[in-house]
Structures are given as C-alpha cells and as structure tokens.
C-alpha cells in the first residue's frame, strides 16, 4: 500500500485516471482510519468501517464529494448511479484490506497503521 507515503503530500500531481483513483482512495483511507481511532478491537474496528460503508457515498456534482473537478460530473442519473456503486465496490475492497493491516492477527490496533489518523492529506480535514 502506498498510503503511508501518500499521505504527507499536500500536492498530488495528476498524470492519469489511475492517479485520480489513487488520491480518492487515499482520502477514504485518511477517512477510514479516522473512524478505527476510537476502535480497541478488531470487532469494533470492523462495526466502524460497515457503518463507513452504509453511508450514502457522494459522486462528483454532489455535496460531501471531497474533490470537486477530479472526476467529470455525471450527464444523468444512470451514470452518477454507475459511478456511485463503483466507488462504493472500491471502498469496500479497500476496507477489507485495511482491516487486515489496522489490526494484529490477535485483534489489537497496530499504532504503525492508526497514527495515521491524525495526518491530513492533501491538507483536506477527513469527517
């Protein structure tokens, strides 16, 4: 995971659609971990991440999208549904291997991956 390097940039330079996908993704994981904080155990990280994961997730063109002019808006409402649920399928890929590396085998936090946490990339506050 290149997270731990991305996240103390404050400038992120685009050459492709990959990186775009790359700085969305860094940004959910600066929110992930956000959530994890407060988590003693892997069950509790676990119930925070699915309760990430139910929130509705705004596309481009709608409020609460953390990059406004990264991607295109949606010309309907169809292809905004289109790229919602792809979002949504990547961040919960990325949950799951989050998990796997924000917490030991035995279930306790691993501080090498939450003091993340407390870093803003790209000088955006994550909620």
Known sequence: MFFRANVFSRNFDIQSPADKLLVYL???INVALKRLEGCRTLAE?????INLGLEKVPVPG????PFPGLFADHQSQKEAELFRNYLQQIREETSGRLLSV???PNG????WWLAFAKRKFMNIIAL
Do not use: H, L, M
Request: proline residues 5%; positive net charge.
């Open 26 to 28: 860094t940004f959910y």
């Open 45 to 49: 990280g676990t119930k925070a991440i």
């Open 62 to 65: 709608e409020s609460g999208f």
């Open 102 to 104: 924000a917490y030991r």
């Open 108 to 111: 306790t936090p691993n501080k």
